[in-house]
C-alpha cells in the first residue's frame, strides 16, 4: 500500500510540471503580442509625423524678386493660411496642399504641393505608359485660376525630396484678391498644358466665410 501511495505521489509530481512547462512558450506569446503592438503604434505615430513633416526651406516665406521691389516701399504684413480641402480628391488624393502663405498688398500667394508614389501611378494609368515611380513634378504645370477667369503663371518654384514624398513649393506674384471669391491650383499635364480641363484642382483659398489667416512674425 505504501509503494502504491508513492506512485501516486510520482504521478502528482509529473502533473504539476506541464503547467510549468508552458509558462515560456505563453511568455513568448505575450511578448510577441506586446512588441507586434509597439511595433503597430509606433508605425501609426511615424506615418502622422511625416504627414506633417515639409523641409524648413518649404515652410518659410520665400523673397521673390516682386516681393523683394515690394518690401522696398512698403512693409510687409505676411499672412498663414489654412487650407480648408487641401487635396484634388478625398478618397486618393494625388497632390496634397500645405503651407499656404500670403502677402495681400504685393498680391504673392505661396504653398506647397506634395507628390507621392501614387501621384505616378495615377499618371501612369491616365497616360497608358510607364512614368516611373519617383514623384517628378516636371510632369505637370500648376498655374492659379480665380473665379473671376484670372490665371496666374508660377514666379518661382522650388522642389525638395524626402522618404516616399517629393514636395513642391510654389510662388505667385501679383495675385488679386479684391473682389475674389475663391482661388485654386489648377494643375495641368505638362505634355497638354492648354487642355479644356485641368488634370486636378485645389482649392486653396476661399473667401466666402473669411479665410482663417494669422500674420506670421
Same mark, same amino acid.
Given at each position: 500500500?505504501?509503494? =502504491?501511495?508513492?506512485?501516486?505521489?510520482?504521478? !502528482?509530481?509529473?502533473?504539476?510540471?506541464?503547467?510549468?512547462?508552458?509558462?515560456?512558450?505563453?511568455?513568448?506569446?505575450?511578448?510577441?503580442?506586446?512588441?507586434?503592438?509597439?511595433?503597430?503604434?509606433?508605425?501609426?505615430?511615424?506615418?502622422?509625423?511625416?504627414? #506633417?513633416?515639409?523641409? *524648413?526651406?518649404?515652410?518659410?516665406?520665400?523673397?521673390? #524678386?516682386?516681393?523683394?521691389?515690394? +518690401?522696398?516701399?512698403?512693409?510687409?504684413?505676411?499672412?498663414?493660411?489654412?487650407? *480648408?480641402?487641401?487635396?484634388?480628391?478625398?478618397?486618393? +488624393?494625388?497632390?496634397?496642399?500645405?503651407?499656404?502663405?500670403?502677402?495681400?498688398? +504685393?498680391? /504673392?500667394?505661396?504653398?506647397?504641393?506634395?507628390?507621392?508614389?501614387?501621384?505616378?501611378?495615377?499618371?501612369?494609368?491616365?497616360?497608358?505608359?510607364?512614368?516611373?515611380?519617383?514623384? !517628378?513634378?516636371?510632369?505637370?504645370?500648376?498655374?492659379?485660376?480665380?473665379?473671376?477667369?484670372?490665371? =496666374? #503663371?508660377?514666379?518661382?518654384?522650388?522642389?525638395?525630396?524626402?522618404?516616399?514624398? *517629393?514636395?513642391?513649393?510654389?510662388?505667385?506674384?501679383?495675385?488679386?484678391?479684391?473682389?475674389?471669391?475663391?482661388?485654386?491650383? !489648377?494643375?495641368?499635364? /505638362?505634355?497638354?498644358?492648354?487642355?479644356?480641363?485641368? =488634370? +486636378?484642382?485645389?482649392?486653396?483659398?476661399?473667401?466666402?466665410?473669411? !479665410?482663417? /489667416?494669422?500674420?506670421?512674425?
Amino acid at each position: 500500500m505504501a509503494d =502504491y501511495e508513492r506512485y501516486g505521489d510520482y504521478n !502528482d509530481l509529473g502533473d504539476e510540471e506541464t503547467p510549468g512547462r508552458r509558462r515560456p512558450v505563453l511568455r513568448l506569446l505575450k511578448i510577441l503580442v506586446s512588441l507586434s503592438l509597439f511595433l503597430f503604434c509606433g508605425f501609426l505615430i511615424f506615418r502622422l509625423v511625416v504627414a #506633417e513633416y515639409y523641409p *524648413r526651406d518649404l515652410r518659410r516665406f520665400r523673397m521673390t #524678386e516682386p516681393l523683394v521691389a515690394y +518690401a522696398e516701399t512698403h512693409d510687409l504684413s505676411t499672412e498663414k493660411v489654412k487650407i *480648408r480641402v487641401p487635396y484634388d480628391n478625398n478618397v486618393r +488624393a494625388s497632390f496634397i496642399a500645405d503651407n499656404l502663405m500670403i502677402e495681400r498688398g +504685393a498680391g /504673392a500667394v505661396q504653398f506647397t504641393l506634395r507628390l507621392s508614389r501614387y501621384t505616378m501611378t495615377r499618371l501612369a494609368d491616365v497616360l497608358g505608359e510607364d512614368v516611373g515611380k519617383k514623384p !517628378d513634378e516636371s510632369r505637370f504645370v500648376v498655374v492659379l485660376q480665380d473665379d473671376l477667369g484670372n490665371r =496666374y #503663371e508660377k514666379t518661382e518654384e522650388i522642389g525638395r525630396s524626402y522618404l516616399w514624398y *517629393r514636395a513642391v513649393k510654389y510662388c505667385f506674384d501679383g495675385v488679386r484678391f479684391d473682389g475674389v471669391g475663391w482661388i485654386r491650383a !489648377d494643375v495641368y499635364l /505638362a505634355s497638354d498644358p492648354d487642355a479644356a480641363e485641368p =488634370y +486636378a484642382s485645389i482649392p486653396v483659398l476661399d473667401f466666402s466665410g473669411g !479665410d482663417d /489667416a494669422s500674420t506670421l512674425n
